[in-house]
T-cell receptor, first 110, second 115 residues
Framework: GNSVTQMEGPVTLSEEAFLTINCTYT??????LFWYVQYPGEGLQLLLKATKADDKGSNKGFEATYRKETTSFHLEKGSVQVSDSAVYFC?????????FGAGTRLFVKA | ETGVTQSPTHLIKTRGQQVTLRCSSQ?????VSWYQQALGQGPQFIFQYYREEENGRGNFPPRFSGLQFPNYSSELNVNALELDDSALYLC??????????????FGEGSRLTVL
């Protein structure tokens, strides 16, 4: 079946550092791709999405580009803040089911 | 606009018991999906309900069952609880049909502990 693989955490960065969290997917066709974020004690919420190849999703300074040729959707942010500390989940949707990666925990130190 | 709400937030059961978890979908959404999130893992798809019918199921045994009601709220039932059922159960609502964008709106979850 389809799967989503993302880099293992935790990732620990200092404030204002550059962030990359890698994500690859195996779904064939043209799934929609998502990044969700889970802040401590809260449910998952959508961070950004891209629905077709070469689309770039962006929100709150985070960006990810849908790369069909490498089946990837890496999350990036140029300058992280302490408030970005959370767990980040990559996901793809083909049909009725959304498949999530295992999550990457990010710690940002002041 | 009312978001997704789940109840109870926490509960403790013993092996062999049965549990019912409840979810109210976001206003205007007709589709509810249930996920199981074990500690340190990503959410695993259990099943989805669309307009009161099961619309797809993940790799979970039949003792996991569900319902969706005419107001699109939903229940997840788990019979014969096992220790491995201990997890956070997430409900997510979305808009099906032509309004489907793939985006899921999650509740905060029900944390089940099985002793």
């Amino acid at each position: 079946g389809n799967s989503v693989t993302q880099m293992e955490g935790p990732v620990t960065l200092s404030e204002e550092a550059f962030l990359t969290i890698n994500c690859t997917y195996t779904a064939t066709g043209y799934p929609s791709l998502f990044w969700y974020v889970q802040y401590p004690g809260e449910g998952l919420q959508l961070l950004l999405k891209a629905t077709k190849a070469d689309d770039k999703g962006s929100n709150k300074g985070f960006e990810a580009t849908y790369r069909k040729e490498t089946t990837s959707f890496h999350l990036e942010k140029g300058s992280v803040q302490v408030s970005d500390s959370a767990v980040y989940f990559c996901a793809d949707t083909g049909g009725f089911k959304t498949i999530f990666g295992a999550g990457t925990r990010l710690f940002v130190k002041a | 606009e009312t978001g997704v709400t789940q109840s109870p937030t926490h509960l403790i059961k013993t092996r062999g018991q049965q549990v019912t978890l409840r979810c109210s979908s976001q206003s205007g959404h007709n589709t509810v999906s249930w996920y199981q999130q074990a500690l340190g893992q990503g959410p695993q798809f259990i099943f989805q309900y669309y307009r009161e019918e099961e619309n797809g199921r993940g790799n979970f045994p039949p003792r996991f069952s569900g319902l969706q009601f005419p107001n699109y709220s939903s229940e997840l039932n788990v019979n014969a609880l096992e220790l491995d059922d201990s997890a956070l159960y997430l409900c997510a609502s979305s808009l099906g049909d032509r309004g489907f964008t793939g985006e899921l709106f999650f509740g905060e979850g029900s944390r089940l502990t099985v002793l």
